[in-house]
């Protein structure tokens, strides 16, 4: 005979998912998704690595750092230029949702420079009177 004490039964199991969602809820109030959720977000890049130039036809090394395709093709054959993990030349296409995640990425770098240059340029304005 198996001993089947380490199982749960159908009610444990549904009172354990009823636990974990009403923790979510709670963290959801409290504002705790939203901030994980930008810091996701965070970890896209705005620009490749190696030309510094907004991303064309971006490419995902297998260490998860993203290249344009050129840049990758050019600069990343052997290895990594971020972590230099070797590549072995394999890329992988960005997905849909990963081209979006970049270019969301982008146009919150341009937002924040444009909205430093406004905020130098008050500065300038301010000690010019």
Avoid at 9 to 37: I, N, V
Avoid at 72 to 77: G, L, N, R
Wanted: one cysteine or more; aromatic letters at 8%; hydrophobic letters at 30%.
């Amino acid at each position: 005979m198996h001993d089947r004490g380490d199982y749960k039964r159908g009610w444990e199991l549904d009172k354990e998912w009823d636990e974990q969602q009403q923790a979510k809820a709670r963290r959801e109030q409290d504002g705790e998704s939203k901030e994980k959720k930008d810091e996701e977000d965070d970890s896209f890049p705005f620009a490749c690595f190696v030309c510094r130039g907004l991303f064309t036809d971006p490419v995902k090394t297998k260490c998860g750092h993203f290249f344009c395709e050129r840049c990758a093709v050019k600069e990343c054959k052997l290895n990594c230029n971020i972590c230099g993990k070797p590549t072995n030349g394999a890329f992988s296409v960005a997905s849909k949702l990963e081209r979006q995640k970049l270019e969301e990425s982008a146009k919150r770098a341009a937002e924040a420079a444009a909205a430093a240059a406004a905020a130098g340029s008050d500065d300038d304005e301010e000690e010019d009177d």
